[in-house]
């Protein structure tokens, strides 16, 4: 069966970085795109980008251009999601989501990852 | 890119039908039959309603049904049910090669 498993919750200051892994099994990793989509508390869902877990290829929202890498390792059939120069407004949950490349929907979410930013 | 526009609330009673609207532009929900409706309960990851529209993946009641006119998509449940209650999302594709979530729209099953 499918399964995405995210890293645990993460504490973070200002000004550092968070990197949140993505565990995929159940299906073959490279087939497929992981897209990172974050949820602040109380808030609405906001995409942060994709990556082909085929070829590597990553597309990020303009908002998030400058902060965000997201990369996969295929022998591990895992994706990151890194954000730098976090502010107290990066507080969220992080979800990964499957994507079928060639699809426009998520079919399997990750269980979300929880980031704390605070002084 | 800006947020999809959709009702922040929604309500009916058990049995009844509600419509959920996210209306975007021509360079998202207009210029694709790429749009996904979520539904999140507290506390939970997400989960595929609609994709492309209004095709509903296998195990999705029948009793919800997607529509586009122009660059507004519906989200229509129909005999409302107490565990219809919860946030729902639409999400498009972009012009930019991105993608889009709504603003989200809590549904109240009254």
């Known amino acids: 069966q499918v399964q995405l498993v995210q890293s645990g919750a993460e504490e973070k200051k200002p000004g550092a970085s968070v990197k949140v892994s993505c565990k995929a099994s159940?299906?073959?990793?490279?087939?497929?795109?992981m897209h990172w989509v974050r949820q602040a508390p109380g808030q609405r869902l906001e995409w942060m980008g994709w990556?082909?877990?085929?070829?590597?290829?990553?597309k990020y929202s303009e908002k998030f251009q400058d902060r965000v890498t997201i990369i996969r390792d295929t022998s591990a059939s895992t994706a990151y999601m890194e954000l730098s120069s976090l502010t107290t407004e990066d507080t969220a949950v992080y979800y990964c989501?499957?994507?079928?490349?060639?699809?426009?929907?998520?079919?399997?979410w990750g269980q979300g990852t929880l980031v704390t930013v605070s002084s | 890119q800006s947020a999809l526009t959709q009702p922040a609330s929604v309500s009916g009673s058990r049995g009844q039908s509600i419509t959920i609207s996210c209306t975007g532009t021509s360079s998202d929900v207009g210029g694709y039959n790429y749009v996904s409706w979520y539904q999140q309960h507290p506390g939970k990851a997400p989960k595929l309603m609609i994709y492309?529209?209004?095709n509903r993946p296998s195990g999705v009641s029948n009793r919800f049904s997607g529509s586009k006119s122009g660059n507004t998509a519906s989200l229509t449940i129909s005999g409302l049910q107490a565990e219809d209650e919860a946030d729902y999302y639409c999400n498009s594709y972009t012009s930019s090669s991105t993608y889009v979530f709504g603003t989200g729209t809590q549904v109240t099953v009254l």
């Open positions: 990556i082909n877990a085929g070829n590597g290829n990553t």
């Open positions: 159940g299906y073959t990793f490279t087939s497929y795109a």
């Open positions: 492309e529209v209004s």
């Open positions: 989501a499957r994507n079928w490349v060639g699809s426009s929907w998520y079919d399997y």
